[in-house]
């Protein structure tokens, strides 16, 4: 079954830098989910990815999916405290399901003022 | 901005009671799904809905578990008889139809089996 790594696991940065959180699956994905997890106000839907090598941004954050279909990794430009939360990746794989996503472990964003 | 919804927020029950938890879609969409979180824990896929019947239900749904559609806004969630492993953070979540799968989640029900 596919399994979805994410990378780091945890991140603390500095108020005004950039950072990449990674996703990487064990087969090639249909559709690849960045979710924001803040306590009381669930999975906050960012992104969705489906060709290879597409690129989607909003507002400060931007998405990649690699051209194998296999990675993506999420971007935040000049980091603030509103980016904190837990960033979440989930993916569709084709032949497993059309309708599930299963989920990385997710990465745990601190912003340092 | 249209959300889903989902109620209570937070539920505390002994085991072995029955428990329901309600959510309230996007009112034009298709798909429903139900995940859960244990603490510390990855994301879990429970089940989908679609044209008031199941899609797909994975290895945790078991004959404990059961969905509903009781009419054209709510969805719910019914554990028959809970289990402390039961406790854990259960998310609602709609998808316009399966050309537009972007599944928006509700806030979430924490669920504390005692």
């Known amino acids: 079954s596919q399994e979805l790594e994410q990378s780091p696991q945890s991140l603390i940065v500095q108020e005004g830098k950039n950072l990449t959180i990674n996703c990487t699956s064990s087969?090639?994905?249909?559709?690849l989910y960045w979710y924001k997890q803040k306590y009381g106000e669930g999975l906050i839907f960012l992104m969705m990815?489906?060709?290879g090598g597409e690129e989607k941004s909003h507002e400060k954050i931007t998405a990649k999916l690699d051209e194998k279909k296999q990675q993506s990794s999420l971007h935040i430009t000049a980091s603030q405290p509103s980016h904190a939360g837990i960033y979440l990746c989930?993916?569709?794989?084709?032949?497993?399901?059309?309708?599930?996503?299963?989920w990385g472990a997710g990465t745990k964003l601190i912003i340092k003022p | 901005e249209p959300e889903v919804t989902q109620t209570p927020s937070h539920q505390v029950t002994q085991m072995g009671q029955e428990v329901i938890l309600r959510c309230v879609p996007i009112?034009?969409?298709?798909?429903f799904y139900w995940y859960r979180q244990i603490l510390g824990q990855k994301v879990e896929f429970l089940v989908s809905?679609?044209?008031?019947?199941?899609?797909?239900k994975s290895e945790i749904f078991d004959d404990q578990f059961s969905v509903e559609r009781p009419d054209g806004s709510n969805f719910t969630l019914k554990i028959r008889s809970t289990k402390l492993e039961d406790s854990a953070m259960y998310f609602c979540?709609?998808?316009?139809?399966?050309?537009?799968?972007?599944?928006?989640f509700g806030p979430g029900t924490r669920l504390t089996v005692l």
């Open positions: 989930g993916a569709l794989s084709p032949g497993d399901s059309n309708y599930q996503l299963i």
């Open positions: 087969k090639t994905l249909y559709g």
């Open positions: 990815l489906q060709k």
């Open positions: 009112s034009n969409h298709l798909y």
């Open positions: 809905f679609y044209n008031n019947e199941i899609s797909e």
């Open positions: 979540a709609s998808s316009r139809d399966i050309y537009h799968n972007e599944q928006f």
